[in-house]
């Protein structure tokens, strides 16, 4: 059974006191802020968001206005994990081409301020729909929504990287060759998680299926999801997009496949539409979303899909299939990580449905 969307949104929703681990120097931010934030005026109360970020996540609140702050976690981190710096580029250069991303305020590269490095960014209120089927509009509203969410994708990969500044946030072309050739060593290394046949059938049909680089690049979010979005209060209309850190350069049609399996995604493991009764809901068919998608990019279709499906399922079934080895090591204990463990042979699964056409 997939969880209410009122008890997931009471979960990740809103914020509570600073969580024990991750407190730091008020004082120091205030400082920092005076300096470095436009029309920053104190006094500042700091509270924490309950949603399980990797980067903890805060909000600043003061008489004026409201600001969210991210920052790296504290401890001895992986080398590239956990990079707010990339955040506040994306987030930076996208905001200023119009798209709509949350406005950065600030970037603090001094380990001496809060004790990590952090930024400081607009907050944006609206409406976080966690579940895909949208409950509590009306049908019409709930097109919209769909819609919007189509429109901003599309946006999204509509921007050449280098006119905005983010020629050099990651590697052109050869994308799926590279992304394969990643999950699939994450996934053969972790002996403890084990094997899966399914999963073992998957990685061999990617390689011998593989696309011909087309050569397309364009800036992709990486969890392009439902529940990664901030909707207007009372308009179907995305105000900011959250939730940057697997964004990078790479190919546009895996970043809009990753949206698309939506369609496809048992609610239970992440915001799906598996098993709604979309047509009585209002939703767009499949079919209608990915051809709005190639209207709004000048493309004549997408004869590929069936293997960009395929690829983003079985990349996130290799996230899982991590979070399990972590989950058995005993270095993921919460209830989360557990639950995304389990659901492991089944993304597995799901992806090996595609590979079979």
């Known amino acids: 059974m ?21 407190a730091f120097d008020e004082a120091a931010l205030v400082r920092w802020m005076e300096a470095e934030v436009e029309g920053f005026a104190g006094p500042l109360t700091v509270e ?76 944006v ?12 509009v009306s049908n019409e509203e709930r097109a919209c929504i769909f819609d919007a969410m189509n429109v901003t994708i599309a946006q999204l990969h509509s921007f050449d990287p280098e006119a905005i500044g983010l020629g050099d946030y990651g590697k052109p072309g050869n994308y799926f060759a590279r ?38 690049s364009s800036v992709i979010h990486g969890d392009f999801r439902i529940d990664n979005m901030i909707f207007h209060p009372a308009e179907p209309r995305v105000l900011a997009v959250l939730d940057w850190e697997l964004s990078t350069l790479g190919h546009p049609l895996a970043d809009f ?46 004869p590929d899909y069936r293997y960009y499906m395929a690829f983003n399922f079985f990349r996130l079934a290799a996230i899982f299939h991590g979070i399990k080895g972590r989950v058995i090591r005993g270095t993921a204990a919460n209830a989360q990580a557990r639950e995304r463990a389990e659901a492991f042979p089944e993304l597995a699964k799901l992806a090996l449905g595609f590979t079979q056409g």
């Not at 997939?2 to 809103?14: C, F, L, M, W």
């Not at 990643?182 to 053969?188: A, C, G, L, M, V």
């Open 2 to 22: 997939s969880p209410p969307e009122t008890d997931v949104a009471q979960a990740n929703s809103g914020t509570t006191a600073v969580r024990e681990g991750y």
């Open 257 to 302: 496949a990753y949206n698309a399996m939506m369609y496809h995604m048992p609610p239970h493991i992440v915001a799906g539409l598996g098993g709604a009764d979309i047509a009585a809901l209002g939703i767009p068919t499949e079919a209608d979303y990915v051809a709005a998608y190639c209207r709004r990019t000048g493309r004549e279709g997408m």
């Open 48 to 123: 924490q968001f309950k949603g399980g970020q990797s980067n903890p996540t805060y909000k600043l609140v003061t008489p004026g206005r409201a600001y969210v702050l991210r920052r790296k976690p504290p401890g001895e981190l992986l080398k590239g994990a956990h990079a707010v710096e990339r955040e506040a580029k994306v987030l930076s250069a996208l905001h200023g081409a119009g798209f709509p991303a949350a406005r950065v305020y600030g970037l603090c590269t001094d380990d001496s301020v809060l004790g990590t490095w952090f930024y400081v960014m607009e907050m």
């Open 125 to 136: 209120e609206g409406r976080i729909f966690w579940d895909a089927t949208v409950p509590g």
């Open 179 to 216: 992304q394969v050739g990643r999950w699939s060593k994450q996934y053969f290394a972790d002996e403890a998680a084990g094997r899966n046949d399914d999963m073992d059938a998957v990685i061999a049909w990617l390689e011998a299926n593989m696309p011909e680089d087309d050569g397309a």
